[in-house]
């Protein structure tokens, strides 16, 4: 068997490639997640900075009850906007790094059953071989579909289940949620 030096360069060039294609979106996401945690912090130090204001000159019990009600209120509403942003963020990097893995899987697949035949071609039996090779990559195929399929319902329901649970607190915080 001939190993082509040109072939493996090539190969290893657009391994390193695709690591720092994948690598640059990832820092890009978290370049974004400071972004968002930055802004998050100075937001919440400037309303906690007003909160504090109007709580020391509030002139009663019942005066500061009423600052310390509404900020409880909005926290369910502004923990849930903030998830959303982070999946917002997210969402995209792994649609893509996802993209690029399949894209990936599939070419490796194809560069072995291609090598494989070209091995086996003028073997005995090699057909048979290479026709067992076609199958174990079907079938790694078929389990990999299946377990993507799976997670992909999983964070489905995740998120679902999250948003749900946010909207009760929110409500609850409102005092809009009945038993």
Do not use: C
Not at 68 to 80: F, I, R
Not at 156 to 170: D, F, L, P, Q, W
């Amino acid at each position: 068997m001939n190993v082509n030096l040109d072939q493996f360069a090539a190969a290893n060039k657009a391994s390193v490639e695709t690591l720092f294609g994948v690598s640059g979106q990832a820092f890009e996401g978290v370049e974004k997640l400071v972004a968002l945690n930055l802004q998050t912090i100075k937001t919440v130090l400037a309303e906690t900075e007003e909160s504090s204001k109007t709580a020391l000159e509030s002139k009663s019990p019942a005066d500061w009850m009423k600052v310390q009600t509404a900020a409880l209120q909005a926290a369910p509403q502004k923990a849930m906007a903030y998830g959303q942003q982070v999946q917002a963020i997210f969402a995209p990097m792994i649609a893509a790094q996802r993209a690029t893995f399949d894209a990936k899987l599939a070419e490796a697949q194809a560069k072995f059953l291609e090598g494989v035949s070209g091995a086996l071609k003028d073997a005995p039996g090699g057909d048979k071989l290479v026709a067992l090779a076609k199958s174990a990559v079907t079938g790694v195929n078929s389990a990999y579909e299946g377990m993507d399929k799976a997670s992909k319902q999983v964070t489905e329901a995740v998120t679902a289940n999250v948003k749900k649970a946010t909207g009760i607190a929110v409500k609850a915080s409102k005092g809009e949620l009945t038993v």
